[in-house]
């Protein structure tokens, strides 16, 4: 329309220029006969729409019809349908029409909001209620009244708000909103009234144009706390008041009567609990906030600096009220409570009322729980906040958190072993959780602490458990007497009073030699403990060519060392009291459960380490019945009670790993063949041979194991330290007592001394015996037995069992013991458990069955000529006087021992 009436007085003052005077009674015009200055003005029109209106038939004289399209202008030229004249838009359809593009609100919006034409201007054409006049109705496009709908009163990027009308249109405004109505309808505005954008006459009053009442804080506080929009929110206010609140084309709101030191209200009443606090304020507002609130303006005072803006707690990005960017964070992307309560520093930890003493019940030791790092001995790791709390599911901070209670709901680490924790607030006694120590029934002294006791670890590890403990923490079992705690749980310092590795401290499981923790991996190395004495790196023993839980059946495990050892408990599968003791201590085979084995008379045994040696003249005839002998006590209780008929009739002395085990068969695995049969001293086809009954003292061959050998022969210069004999041994007819050996003197390492200083043969080693047998000088045999390989005589020789005349050994005989002493006549070693019986000791025949008991035995282990049917030397059991006959057969390497003629033995044995 403005375009319109610009191009219409245009029109007019060039057509005016050449008008009769006789026309300047009724149109305006200057001296010169032209219309004023303003006539036509783009997009007001400027002020020939009016004149028309007034006397439209004054016009005509000079610019023709105005109803007629196809006018030329009359004497003028210049039409109301002309398209333009000198750059302004005259009217295309004619007076009654706008200008092109009047349509769009920078058009007409721009004028009817203008000081001049304005709203009033409009009703010319539009009708005094904008319905229509002789123009359109308004209302045909602003359907609820003759201006935009929201954001009218809002700010918009187009500036199509009603807060850019000039207040000299009040006047017709007051039509709807006199006395701040909201009409659709306009009214006559009573006379006398005076309105006014600012007055209170309409929706403003004469405080910085806000309605009356708007200083209460119920109001503009409330709108301004609002979610942002065209007409609230902080943003919103900045309009008048300023981006920094100081007063922009508006008031400041930080004047002594309203809000000092900030666009807020104060500290006491902004962070109240109440109505008036900035808790219920939009978080979409912060924006706003952090114009003051930020990194490098924190602007807090105390206590809330400390307490809600530790160092560190600002960071960078977009702002937000729990962000980090302002004064909270999101706890739950944190991961810990700093934002509200302060950094985790050895002094410093905040309750929500800004205390800081560990002694107030709210804050306590949160400090040592939550970082681990500033206690003196660091105990655990960090204890997570929702094992005490119910941390906020968002990172909004609501409902019971801040409600000023100790709300305490224990999470799954208090709760580790099926515990129900408590917390009493009224003593601040934390009691019944796993943390502290409830699951470990070995000793403690406080394992209900108080919350804010400052001195409950004074009495360090012995505060939760026993130090050590008296019983495992499943309570199945005894715990070593040992507080070197480092030897088993290998997070603990060396000197036992902390922690190299916190984090595997109370954390739901107790933590044996870290990666697992158990026999075969502390035992793969020397340990030294308390208990003074090294032990030797044994895993690797097993596994070797010969012993116990040999490679072939399997790796051994945990569960195979609690066969033998008590220093672990078989049904819980964890170290017993017994484990670190500084003893070694044996399961009895033919026992019940965790029962030790006991010296030979039934008393209490015990032992450090097996590290006897032997001197000449310690070995006697009685060493099978003695308590200190600790080989002879292992031999005899230990070794012999497995390794006889009924094998291991303890069921705890059996592995449970895989459930294989037996008593034949302790560690389990498989069948060792057929050769391994009863005749042979094995128990069916399994792996353990009754050595026990070999060595039963009553047979005619035997090693003496299980008690002396009462004979003549052999003299003490054909015996080795420490096994000669005494008395008046080699003395022909005059019998005496042999000393007494045990399982080690074979069973032993290559070279060693009559016993080595722990026990391989049990264990396991490369070899099953110290030395050679089944070869020619046989190193095992050698051992003890003196000068029996001499090649240059064809016998024993002279203080042997045997020395003849008219009859030899074949010189191959001499050195090659097994021809006769073996169930052999070559060098090839019989197969297992025939060795067993060639050198323990047996009254079988060689090929099975059994010597007749009148008549003949295998005397001096004489068992290796296929057609031997008597071998009787002189003073035998059946023959106390005369000859022996010697039987017939071959005599193995060409001796003529065999031929079956009675020989007179010189000087004779007596067996």
């Not at 033919?590 to 010296?599: F, K, L, R, S, V």
């Not at 009739?649 to 302790?666: I, Y």
């Not at 490369?766 to 000088?777: E, I, K, L, P, S």
Request: aromatic content about 6%; charged content about 10%; proline content about 5%.
């Amino acid at each position: 329309m403005i375009l319109v009436r610009n191009g219409i007085i245009l029109l007019m003052i060039i057509n005016l220029w050449g008008c009769s005077k006789a026309n300047e009674s009724t149109v305006t015009l200057d001296a010169t006969g032209k219309h004023p200055a303003g006539w036509a003005v783009a997009t007001t029109g400027g002020l020939h729409p009016a004149a028309y209106q007034t006397n439209k038939s004054a016009c005509i004289e000079c610019h023709g019809s105005a109803l007629d399209p196809q006018s030329t202008g009359g004497v003028s030229g210049i039409s109301c349908f002309s398209a333009s004249r000198s750059g302004i838009e005259c009217h295309p359809g004619g007076p009654s029409s706008h200008p092109v593009g009047w349509s769009s609100p920078d058009s007409h919006g721009s004028a009817a909001k203008a000081d001049a034409p304005g709203l009033n201007y409009c009703t010319q054409c539009h009708g005094t209620n904008f319905t229509g006049g002789t123009g359109k109705s308004c209302m045909t496009c602003h359907t609820t009244a003759p201006h935009p709908t929201t954001p009218w009163r809002g700010t918009t990027a187009t500036g199509t708000t009603h807060t850019t009308t000039a207040t000299a249109n009040a006047s017709e405004c007051a039509r709807c909103h006199l006395n701040n109505l909201r009409l659709t309808v306009p009214q006559t505005v009573p006379a006398g009234s005076t309105p006014d954008c600012f007055n209170s006459t309409m929706c403003h009053g004469v405080r910085s144009g806000h309605p009356a009442g708007w200083l209460a804080a119920g109001s503009h506080g409330s709108a301004a706390k609002t979610t942002p929009s065209a007409s609230q929110g902080f943003t919103y206010c900045t309009q008048c008041h300023g981006t920094a609140f100081a007063g922009g084309i508006g008031l400041s709101c930080m004047t002594a009567t309203c809000h000092t030191p900030a666009p807020h209200p104060v500290a006491a009443n902004w962070r109240s609990i109440g109505t008036v606090t900035h808790t219920n304020t939009d978080v979409n507002n912060a924006g706003v906030c952090t114009q003051c609130h930020n990194a490098t303006l924190k602007n807090l005072a105390q206590p809330y600096l400390a307490r809600f803006v530790p160092a560190g707690s600002f960071v960078a990005g977009t702002a937000g009220c729990f962000n980090g960017t302002l004064c909270h964070a999101n706890i739950i992307a944190l991961n810990n409570c700093t934002v509200c309560h302060g950094p985790l520093s050895t002094t410093v930890f905040n309750s929500l009322a800004g205390v800081t003493a560990p002694s107030d019940s709210k804050v306590g030791t949160h400090i040592k729980h939550l970082n681990a790092s500033i206690q003196a001995t660091a105990y655990s790791s960090n204890i997570a906040c929702l094992e005490c709390h119910t941390v906020p599911g968002s990172s909004t901070i609501s409902g019971s958190h801040r409600n000023g209670v100790n709300d305490i709901v224990f999470g799954t680490l208090a709760k580790t072993g099926s515990l129900t924790p408590t917390y009493t607030a009224a003593t601040g006694v934390c009691a019944n959780t796993y943390c502290h120590g409830t699951t470990l029934t070995g000793g403690g002294s406080n394992k209900a602490p108080v919350w804010n006791q400052a001195n409950y670890l004074a009495t360090g590890c012995a505060t939760c458990h026993g130090f050590p403990p008296t019983t495992a923490s499943n309570g199945a079992a005894v715990h070593p007497a040992d507080n070197a705690c480092s030897g088993c749980h290998t997070h603990v310092n060396a000197t036992n009073n902390g922690f190299t590795t916190p984090v595997l401290h109370i954390d739901g499981k107790v933590d044996v030699a870290a990666g697992g923790g158990s026999c075969i991996t502390c035992h793969a190395s020397i340990q030294t403990g308390t208990h003074g004495t090294p032990r030797d790196a044994v895993t690797t023993e097993f596994g070797l060519a010969w012993g116990h839980k040999k490679a072939g059946r399997g790796a051994v495990t945990d569960a195979d060392c609690i066969v033998c050892h008590l220093e672990g408990d078989f049904a819980s599968q964890a170290p017993s009291a017994k484990h670190r003791d500084g003893n070694i201590d044996l399961r009895d085979p033919d026992g019940a459960g965790e029962t030790p084995i006991t010296t030979i008379s039934g008393g209490v045994f015990t032992f450090t380490k097996f590290a006897t040696s032997y001197a000449a003249g310690s070995r006697t005839s009685t060493g099978h019945t003695s308590n200190t002998d600790i080989a002879n006590v292992i031999s005899q209780k230990f070794c012999l009670a497995c390794h006889d008929g009924t094998g291991a009739t303890n069921t705890t002395a059996r592995s449970n790993n895989g459930g294989t085990g037996t008593a034949a068969m302790p560690w389990g695995g498989i069948a060792l063949g057929a050769g391994y049969v009863a005749v042979a001293d094995a128990i069916g086809t399994q792996g353990l041979v009754d050595v026990r009954k070999q060595f039963t003292t009553t047979n005619s061959s035997v090693h003496p194991v299980t008690g002396p050998r009462n004979k003549d022969f052999p003299t003490a210069a054909r015996m080795a330290d420490p096994y000669k004999p005494t008395g008046s041994r080699g003395t022909s007819g005059i019998k005496s007592d042999s000393v007494v050996m045990n399982c080690f003197d074979c069973h032993n390492v290559s070279g060693a001394s009559p016993l080595t200083t722990r026990t391989t043969a049990a264990h396991g080693n490369a070899v099953t015996v110290r030395g050679t047998t089944y070869a020619a000088n046989p190193t095992l045999c050698l051992a003890c037995h003196l000068t029996y390989n001499v090649t240059n005589t064809q016998f024993h020789g002279a203080g042997s069992a045997w020395s003849a005349t008219g009859s030899s050994h074949g010189t191959g005989v001499v050195g090659n013991c097994h021809y006769c002493h073996g169930s052999n006549t070559n060098a090839t070693k019989p197969a297992r458990p025939r060795p067993a019986q060639d050198y323990h000791g047996s009254n079988s025949l060689y090929g099975g069955g059994m010597w007749p008991t009148v008549g003949s035995r295998p005397y001096a282990f004489i068992r290796g000529w296929s057609g031997t049917a008597y071998h009787r030397p002189f003073r035998s059991s059946e023959f106390t006087a005369g000859s022996a006959t010697c039987g017939t057969g071959a005599c193995p390497g060409g001796g003529q021992v065999g031929d079956g003629s009675t020989r007179t033995y010189t000087p004779g044995g007596s067996f």
